[in-house]
């Protein structure tokens, strides 16, 4: 593999990933494990041996987070390790922090990670049933 730097230097303006708009000064990046969807090397989930991504679960119930091993990653299939967090909200992304953070996997990249996670657990709580509606009737 080559290291990093040069990676980010061939695939920076060319990238099939690449997410150009007219008016939008930086691109977006549409690339797996990128946390904030920037084109930058410091979110990117190519060039870096290690990353991390946070996407819903296939059944919408909790997130998956997803590690690249850094021993591994001239073996793609292998390097990917993927996590369900289904503990509920408070656990999981208590669980997300200690990963990144106090296991120091990818310190720089924990507030990332917690807005993602939590955003994708706030998007999953049911809404509050609304006062002056009544439940459709169930047809038989």
């Known amino acids: 593999m080559v290291s990093s730097d040069i990676a980010w230097a061939v695939i920076r303006n060319n990238s099939s990933f690449l997410l150009k708009k007219r008016g939008v000064k930086k691109p977006f990046s549409t690339e797996p494990c ?17 990353v991390v991504g946070i996407a819903a679960a296939a059944d919408n119930k909790g997130f998956v987070m ?6 591994n990653s001239y073996r ?9 967090m289904k503990a509920g909200p408070g656990r999981s992304l208590h669980k ?6 106090k296991q120091r996997y990818r310190k720089d990249l924990t ?3 917690m807005r993602r996670a939590a955003a994708i657990a706030r998007s999953q709580k049911p809404l509050p049933a609304r006062k002056g509606v009544k439940a459709p009737a169930k047809k038989e």
């Open 66 to 71: 997803t590690t690249k091993r850094s021993k």
């Open 96 to 101: 997300v922090k200690a990963a990144l953070g």
């Open 111 to 113: 507030k990332a990670a």
């Open 76 to 84: 793609p299939a292998k390097a990917i390790i993927s996590t369900t």
């Open 34 to 50: 990128n946390l904030t969807n920037r084109n930058s090397q410091r979110y990117n989930g190519l060039v870096n041996d290690k």
